[in-house]
């Protein structure tokens, strides 16, 4: 910063940076200071270029073209992931089919789901098929493809195509953004056509996302929260997402 912070700006910022994104009603209440301080606040670091503003909120600055890096995805927001795998984990039943996509949220919830049995999962994420393979109870089938070194996810035509051969009960995503108008976005469009292909072969479609997600920019469009049935998050969604979620009659959850 071009001039010194204080205390409560610091922890403002180092708030939001834990976060992704807070509203800012939500950091009044958590700072305990009045709106008009927050928005003070959130202007200056704004002009610092510390904070990126939206309506009724602030997220961290960040790239619409590259996601964060796979090391430190899986330590951010780590306990809201656990909370999200536990209730999507208490939802799922026994006996029934599963695809799992790529991500650390996705990685939670398969270790939340060590305990149930009779599964059939299909993954294109290694790390979820090393996970769920010590559960001797269930039965994990790993799509062919090209495997991405970051983050051992599988992706490509032959993905695609292995992908397209079945049809689950329910396909368990994540994405790295959904804004404001409701599109659900990622980085990488290999990433997202095996997305796309997921949600069109599953009977449900179950979005786990940390509440970091909303608001968060991102290039590719994969899909809109119209094609999903239930969403899991760990924290109350900003505006206009509760209206968004009505509209589409998506089944929101709060863990």
């Known amino acids: 910063m071009s001039s010194n912070p204080n205390p409560r700006q ?18 009044a209440e958590m700072l305990d200071v009045t709106l008009q301080t927050v928005r003070r606040d959130v202007q ?61 949220t996705t990685e939670a919830i ?3 789901l060590l305990r149930h049995i009779g599964l059939r999962v299909i993954t ?24 991405r070194p970051r983050d051992r996810a599988i992706v490509g035509e032959a993905t695609i195509d292995f992908i397209r051969q079945f049809k689950v009960d329910i396909a368990l995503i994540g994405v790295s953004s959904i804004e404001s108008d409701g599109s659900l976005r990622d980085f990488d469009l290999r990433e997202v056509k095996v997305a796309q292909t997921i949600i069109a072969q599953a009977r449900e479609v179950w979005l786990a996302t940390d509440v970091s997600k909303f608001n968060r920019p991102a290039m590719i ?4 929260l119209s ?22 009659q998506v089944r929101l959850e709060i863990a």
């Open 10 to 27: 610091i922890h403002l910022l180092d708030t939001v940076r834990e976060r992704g994104s807070v509203t800012v009603d939500e950091l």
């Open 44 to 104: 200056r670091l704004a002009d610092e270029g510390l904070l990126t503003r939206f309506h009724g909120g602030v997220r961290v600055p960040s790239s619409t073209t590259e996601n964060i890096g796979y090391q430190q995805r899986e330590t951010l927001h780590a306990d809201g992931k656990a909370r999200i795998a536990r209730a999507v984990a208490s939802q799922v039943p026994n006996n029934c089919s599963l695809i799992l996509n790529i991500g650390t």
């Open 110 to 112: 398969a270790k939340a």
């Open 124 to 147: 294109n994420n290694l790390n979820v098929a090393a996970i769920l393979s010590d559960n001797p109870q269930s039965e994990v089938i790993v799509a062919g493809g090209s495997v």
């Open 221 to 224: 469009q994969l899909g809109h």
């Open 227 to 248: 094609q999903i049935d239930r969403l899991f998050t760990d924290a109350p969604p900003p505006q206009p997402y509760p209206d968004l979620l009505a509209r589409a």
